[in-house]
């Protein structure tokens, strides 16, 4: 049996709830990657080939295990290329040199501006460069997600055609070339999904968010680990999508639609994906919050807002509306007769048959060429014998029980995270106190008289006053956590489930 390594948080075989997948961070952040993930363990899935999830592994030193357990890695990529994952980029580079079995990456993206200059220069250029010319040590091509972040590997020297291809998006080939729109009749009573991004314009938020208050059977669907912990528990964690300063966006459980239970969190892309097959229509900012519905033959409207959703939305044509064309006096239905709900159609079966010739240089086994309608894959059997998790509402729609038990799992989550974010803030303060101390003792060195701009001196001057503002702005952060922890101590929610905890620590034999 072949056996193959995915870079994934989990695979579509794990069962983790709501609690685990917070813990684990098993969704990247973002629940959109387990679509990806399912696309890619479900068509590579063969009766002689098993895949493995890493859990987002990344450590360089594991390299001779992967060697001799595994005969390939696979890496589906979403926006890898940004100065957040950079360090992860790096490591992932360092554990790649040192591997011996074939290395595929499967839609590599870049986050840039809606209209990036390409050639600008950017400081993680080098290591980009050196990821893709590790990657191309163990397979023929890279796949891109599109024509933008094509152009910039183009600008760092690799050749289209012969380093990279673009492929879109793996997840919309999840079913082969079986896509189907279904016609849509919009009415009161109509279904909707929508999606946002807390990244999007302000009148694109305003536009959707009252959607909620226009369509009774209207869902939220978030996609962000914050939102998850916020819909499961109610806590506040402290992250882009849940920010008490954002107009316009469901970030708290003041908001119509978590005070209405108008809000799933899906836990897994099969039910994620089923669940769209009853909805008349969805809209919104989020890529994968129109793939699903894609995926399931539902009409979609796609609100673009970065190069990243632009690459990808034109490559695949999907249905979609600029944020300039929406303001203050835009209606849904007027959105509705500007887009071409099939145009996804038409352009799929020249994407499929592209992305069938990438994974043929690459010499990768699949099933994509065996997607019958009604066929069930090796895959879809093993999911057959496995209880599959089923979305989440707000926690405001539970039970007294249940609401109980997210509460007690929920501030226990919130702690320990609150608890990790200050140790590693301390850390970095320790660090830039050895950095700066280092650096003062060279200046001892110096000759005291010499204050020409070109010296050391005012080198070393400059970067300690440089670490002075960021350690302030270090010890700021770090009181900004502590307050939200007092809030959240403080509070009513807080006081209430005070017994509760209590009386799991005596159950447990930790309270003294």
């Not at 939102?227 to 966006?249: D, F, M, R, V």
């Not at 008349?280 to 919050?289: A, N």
């Not at 007027?334 to 020249?350: N, T, W």
């Not at 065996?370 to 998790?389: C, D, F, H, Y």
């Amino acid at each position: 049996m072949k056996k193959i390594l995915i870079r994934s948080g989990m695979s579509p075989l794990d069962t983790f709830s709501a609690d685990e997948i917070i813990k684990r961070n098993a969704i990247g952040n973002n629940v959109g990657n387990l679509i990806y993930a399912y696309s890619i363990f479900r068509n590579m899935t063969t009766d002689d080939v098993e895949l493995f999830s890493d859990y987002y592994g990344q450590n360089p030193n594991d390299a001779e295990r992967i060697n001799e357990t595994y005969d390939a890695y696979v890496f589906p990529l979403a926006n890898a290329i940004r100065k957040s994952f950079i360090p992860t980029l790096q490591r992932y580079t360092a554990l790649i040199e040192r591997l011996t079995i074939p290395v595929y990456v499967i839609g590599l993206g870049m986050q840039f501006p809606y209209e990036p200059n390409i050639s600008e220069k950017r400081p993680y250029d080098d290591d980009v460069k050196r990821f893709v010319k590790a990657v191309l040590d163990k397979s023929s091509i890279l796949g891109l997600r599109g024509q933008i972040t094509s152009d910039y590997l183009s600008y760092l020297g690799f050749k289209e055609g012969r380093d990279h291809q673009v492929i879109g998006r793996p997840s919309m080939y999840t079913f082969g070339n079986n896509i189907n729109i279904r016609d849509l009749h919009l009415s009161e009573s109509s279904s909707i999904s929508v999606n946002m991004t807390p990244a999007a314009d302000q009148k694109v938020l305003e536009f959707l968010d009252c959607l909620s208050h226009t369509f009774n059977h209207l869902h939220f669907v978030p996609q962000d680990i914050d939102e998850l912990l916020l819909t499961y528990a109610g806590a506040p964690l402290l992250g882009a999508s849940i920010n008490s300063k954002l107009a316009n966006y469901p970030n708290s459980l003041y908001s119509h639609v978590y005070k209405n239970g108008k809000v799933k969190y899906f836990l897994n892309a099969p039910t994620w994906i089923e669940h769209m097959k009853t909805v008349d229509l969805s809209i919104g900012t989020r890529l994968h919050g129109n793939v699903a519905p894609t995926l399931a033959g539902t009409p979609s409207i796609t609100i673009p807002i970065d190069a990243r959703m632009r690459e990808l939305s034109e490559y695949h044509n999907f249905p979609r509306v600029s944020p300039e064309k929406i303001n203050g006096n835009t209606r849904l239905e007027e959105l509705i007769k500007k887009v071409d709900f099939r145009s996804v159609e038409k352009s799929h079966q020249k994407n499929y048959e592209n992305f069938i010739s990438f994974l043929a240089k690459n010499g990768i086994d699949h099933i994509y060429d065996r997607n019958t309608e009604g066929v069930k894959q090796p895959l879809e059997i093993k999911l057959e014998s496995i209880q599959l998790k089923q979305p989440i509402g707000p926690i405001t729609s539970c039970s007294s029980d249940e609401m109980r038990d997210r509460l007690e799992k929920g501030f226990e989550i919130m702690l320990s995270k609150s608890e990790k974010i200050k140790e590693n803030f301390n850390k970095k303060i320790k660090d830039r106190d050895k950095t700066i101390s280092s650096l003062r003792n060279k200046l001892k060195n110096q000759d005291g008289g010499i204050t020409d701009e070109s010296t050391p001196y005012v080198d070393f001057k400059k970067e300690i006053e440089e670490k002075d503002v960021f350690i302030l702005k270090l010890k700021n952060d770090i009181e900004k956590k502590n307050m939200k922890i007092r809030n959240m101590e403080s509070s009513r929610s807080w006081r209430i489930t005070m017994p509760l905890r209590r009386f799991s620590k005596k159950i447990s034999g930790t309270e003294r």
